[in-house]
């Protein structure tokens, strides 16, 4: 079992900045893997972005390649989302997701994942 809290969503404009933050709470460790996906009004739940807890390995939507940068602290039990050159299409509920099976590829697709946080919101203005 894994608690997950994000935080550090708001209103940006476009171009700008913003690191999203996830607290973990309960046993996760090496063998599991930890990521972000969106969902903005309207569209399905999408991948953003996963790495496993060791950090060794990380893997990114299209979309953000090159301008999203996920990583961990495992002192902290913390899962980070550095977001830079935000566009309005960047808009959306983003929330933490855990995936505690043991070993296993990196998954991009909710099902994957079996424990979620509750979101935070990131609205980027134009």
């Known amino acids: 079992q894994v608690q997950l809290e994000e935080s550090g969503g708001g209103l940006v404009q476009a171009g700008d900045s913003l690191r999203l933050s996830c607290a973990a709470s309960g046993h996760i460790d090496n063998s599991h893997n930890i990521g972000w996906f969106r969902q903005a009004p309207g569209k399905d739940r999408e991948f953003v972005a996963a790495?496993?807890?060791?950090?060794?390995?990380?893997m990114y939507a299209e979309s953000v390649k090159g301008r999203f940068t996920i990583s961990t602290d495992n002192v902290k039990s913390m899962l980070y989302l550095q977001m830079l050159s935000l566009k309005p299409e960047d808009t959306a509920v983003y929330y933490c997701?855990?995936?505690?099976?043991?070993?296993?590829?990196?998954?991009?697709?909710?099902?994957?994942?079996?424990?979620w946080g509750q979101g935070t919101q990131v609205t980027v203005s134009s």
């Open positions: 997701a855990a995936d505690l099976r043991r070993y296993l590829p990196i998954g991009t697709v909710s099902q994957s994942y079996q424990f």
């Open positions: 790495i496993k807890w060791s950090g060794r390995d990380t």
